[in-house]
């Protein structure tokens, strides 16, 4: 069981550099893992778009970040730690090319790299228009294809990126592990259950938590509930939450979404629901919950912290003390 | 002289050592490594040799040196995903990575499935949308792979520079008349040269005789060379691959492997890389490729000749 967390990086323009200097400061200090998301779309800070618009648009399709580069970056400026994309879209690479770009990384981090694959969210993948299949079908069709260009060729561990059981299931047959972003932890034992018992000794489990650390709990608390609204503007998390237990929440944040209300998006989430998903309040409630979701099954546990300010680095650092 | 750029592309098994490689070229005062998209074996569905990531390795392991995708393919990315990972390179490389962009080459992209356009207009439409994904943030300056002069022209007048591949040196002022005197001043101009380093110059000439030869198979090098004035060379050499004979390096005139390649001693290889330089090409980059199999040291004898 790991001590410390994993980290969710963001190349956000104009940050890259310092926040490959956070990932060498993170790996002097002991942290596991980096999990470097894909730029198929940004979370807007809290608010900015609402003021901007005045409608509920959270995720804009420009180019942003690309999580390869970046977990390449970050694995050439680094000794121990071990960097996975979290997660990577299919629909952006052919899986010969996903796998030239892993097989690189994979040689040059001596072996620190994991493969962190999923189809994304319909919403970003129709401004692009792209041709979008059904999630189970496509990621085993990509699956597929990506081992059977692979002829002699060693593929980093693969992790498919999981909300509902469907996928976990398919990640048990597929895969090497999963992960979530935003899993509720009350609902881990149930949906573990998918994963073939054979294969769970050696299955990553891997969850990305938004995480925010303050004295204020209230404040944290509505930190947090910011944090999630951006998901539960996207159908899939929707469908998530609704079969973890919070389908009330999850009704009042479509009616919120549907006057354009993007405060009370925030506001749906309910006090149990942003418990049972993120890490929030003093340093010790935050250490408390990263180890109930170890004791649930995570055992790549990894915290966002996105949503706190522009500064990125300075996030995450500000965080990695709570766990010193 | 000038010294030349090398082609870097890193292998299984061998990416660090060419990482090595490019911080010894680096501290030798080499002003630019190109690294190109390779296919083993371009018969085979196999996975490439991937450029952008060879450009964000050699980024965080050197300070000085220049580093230009050569070229990363246009179909196997999106334009947003290649904005994405070009502004990436361009930001932490301080500037120092260069994008060059190409469509590939239509046999590979056939063997994955990827349905593909007449290059010219798709080239247009993918510059439009690169640029319109990357609206936050800086984009590189952007070279397009060009052999004929319809590409060639394209990039003078939406890209900042033009990279070519087995150009003879020949048809360089040809190749360069059709981009507007304008806008030709402003450009890059790269070249892959194929180069051969030997005390035999006979030894050199066969090499890029097959070389040649080689690449006369591929369509669109049938073409360029064709154009370049070596129709007759392709026409034999395809020929002789067509009835499976093993006389294709024949139909390569010793005109057109000195034309293409640069081979022979080091006097010989400084001499060209002169003519190459007085012709046009600003950013000669000298391929050693072929056929050795250590690929780091191939790299770093020839820079030898120029230290």
């Known amino acids: 069981m790991e001590s410390k967390p994993g980290f969710l990086f963001y190349a956000v323009p104009g940050q890259r550099k310092s926040m490959i200097a956070a990932a060498e400061e993170l790996d002097r200090r002991g942290f596991p893992f980096i999990y470097c998301n894909h730029g198929s779309a940004r979370v807007l800070p809290a608010g900015q778009e609402a003021q901007q618009s005045g409608v509920v648009r959270t995720y804009i399709g420009t180019a942003v970040t690309d999580g390869l580069s970046h977990c390449l970056a970050i694995a050439m400026r680094t000794k121990r730690i071990t960097v996975g994309t979290g997660i990577e879209v299919t629909y952006t690479r052919h899986p010969v090319e996903m796998l030239g770009v892993a097989n690189y990384i994979n040689e040059v981090s001596g072996g620190r790299f994991l493969l962190g694959i999923g ?183 990894c915290v966002s912290t996105l949503f706190h300010s522009d500064d990125q680095a300075e996030a995450i650092l500000r965080v990695a003390d709570a766990f010193d | 002289m000038q010294k030349p750029g090398f082609v870097l592309s890193a292998p299984p098994g061998q990416r660090k050592a060419i990482i090595e490689a490019a911080r010894e070229l680096e501290r030798r005062g080499f002003p630019h490594v190109l690294c190109p998209h390779e296919y083993a074996r371009p018969h085979d569905a196999q996975a490439p040799y991937d450029c952008l990531s060879l450009c964000t390795a050699l980024a965080q392991a050197t300070q000085a040196i220049r580093i230009v995708s050569g070229v990363a393919v246009t179909y196997t990315r999106p334009p947003a995903d290649m904005a994405a990972a070009a502004s990436f390179n361009y930001e932490i490389s301080d500037g120092r990575f260069m994008l060059g962009l190409g469509s590939g080459y239509k046999i590979v992209l056939d063997r994955f499935g990827i349905k593909t356009e007449p290059p010219i207009p798709h080239m247009r439409r993918y510059l439009e949308e690169l640029r319109s994904a990357a609206t936050e943030q800086p984009l590189p300056p952007i070279l397009i792979a060009a052999l004929r002069r319809r590409m060639a022209a394209l990039a003078g007048e939406l890209a900042d520079g033009l990279i070519g591949g087995n150009w003879a040196l020949s048809h360089v002022p040809a190749t360069l008349a059709s981009i507007p005197a304008d806008q030709r001043d402003r450009l890059i101009v790269a070249n892959v040269t194929p180069v051969y380093l030997c005390d035999d110059r006979a030894e050199g000439l066969a090499f890029m005789r097959r070389l040649c030869a080689a690449f006369s198979r591929i369509p669109t090098y049938a073409a360029y060379f064709s154009e370049a004035g070596y129709q007759e060379e392709v026409e034999r050499a395809q020929a002789a691959f067509a009835a499976g004979t093993s006389q294709a390096a024949d139909a390569i005139s010793e005109r057109m492997a000195d034309d293409i390649g640069i081979f022979g001693s080091p006097h010989d290889i400084r001499e060209r890389v002169e003519a190459w330089q007085a012709a046009g090409v600003n950013w000669l980059t000298l391929s050693t490729l072929y056929p050795i199999r250590d690929r780091a040291a191939a790299a770093l004898r020839v820079a030898a000749v120029f230290d």
């Open chain 1, 119 to 301: 189809p994304g969210h319909n919403e970003i993948l129709r401004q692009w228009n792209y041709p979008i299949e059904k999630p189970l079908a496509h990621m085993r069709r990509y699956t597929q294809e990506l081992r059977a260009v692979a002829t002699g060729q060693p593929i980093p561990p693969l992790i498919f990126s999981v909300l509902r059981n469907g996928m976990l299931r398919l990640a048990g047959e597929l895969a090497d592990g999963a992960i979530w972003a935003n899993a509720v932890l009350s609902y881990l034992p149930t949906a573990l259950k998918e994963v073939p018992a054979e294969k769970r000794d050696s299955f990553i489990v891997a969850n990305l938590a938004p995480c925010y650390v303050s004295e204020d709990r209230a404040e944290a608390l509505e930190a947090v509930r910011v944090a999630l609204t951006n998901y539960l503007t996207l159908t899939n998390y929707q469908r998530y939450f609704t079969e973890a237990g919070y389908g009330k929440e999850v009704e009042q944040a479509k009616a919120a979404i549907a006057a354009n209300d993007h405060a009370g998006v925030a506001a749906a989430v309910s006090e149990r629901m942003a418990d049972d998903i993120c890490l929030y309040g003093s340093a010790a409630d935050v250490r408390e919950r990263f180890e109930a979701f170890q004791a649930a099954g995570v055992n790549q546990m």
